[in-house]
């Protein structure tokens, strides 16, 4: 059995934050031709510095689109056990559109879908995201033909359609946000047309 990899010094760890957060910087403002020159350049270190932590530019993809994915994991860990199965669903919807208002990664996830570092996290989080959605269903706040790979696809849905618009109010998306919530609910439901999808 492989050994466990040794953590981070907190001065090492500290220097593989900046240079995510960098990172993020950068893609988001060049997209993907963003090089790790232009990476280094704005975390102030050089490129052998970028290269001790990331292998490839593609490993440093990952790990971003890996700790956001981690974020939302660790929220529907807690929420799971929340007083309430309803709020909790409610609140990670929140949480999941928020983030992706602060920070649109689409472009990341689809370029990492296959790195198997983020398969891994992504399985980790359907594997949370189902517990909270199991727990909702159970409690009968969540009507029962929805399903997590619904809930997972709807994550970015209220933000999304702010893409429409040209100069949307910045919290609009709370608008459709409680659209898809109310629309969540047993009470008044009818009969979807479409089975779930299957998710990879």
């Known amino acids: 059995m492989p050994a466990s990899p040794r953590p981070l010094r907190a001065d090492a760890a500290r220097n593989r934050e900046q240079l995510l957060e960098a990172a993020e910087k950068v893609f988001a403002e060049r997209g993907l031709a963003a090089s790790v020159a232009d990476i280094a350049a704005r975390a102030g270190v050089a490129k052998g510095t970028v290269f001790r932590h990331f292998a490839t530019k593609d490993d440093l993809i990952a790990a971003i689109v890996c700790e956001h994915i981690t974020v939302l994991t660790e929220a529907a860990r807690t929420l799971a056990a929340a007083p309430d199965p309803g709020d909790a669903l409610s609140d990670f919807l929140t949480i999941a559109a928020d983030q992706r208002r602060q920070h649109d990664l689409t472009f990341l ?42 809930i997972f696809l709807l994550m970015c849905a209220p933000v999304h359609v702010m893409d429409n618009l040209a100069d949307p109010p910045p919290m609009l998306w709370r608008r459709y946000l409680a659209i898809i919530i109310d629309g969540l609910r047993p009470d008044g439901a009818h009969p979807l047309p479409e089975p779930p999808p299957t998710l990879p």
């Open 109 to 150: 996830q689809t370029a990492s879908d296959r790195d198997p570092a983020v398969v891994r996290a992504r399985d980790e989080l359907h594997g949370a995201l189902g517990a909270l959605v199991d727990r909702a269903r159970e409690a009968g706040v969540l009507r029962p033909d929805v399903t997590e790979a619904d």
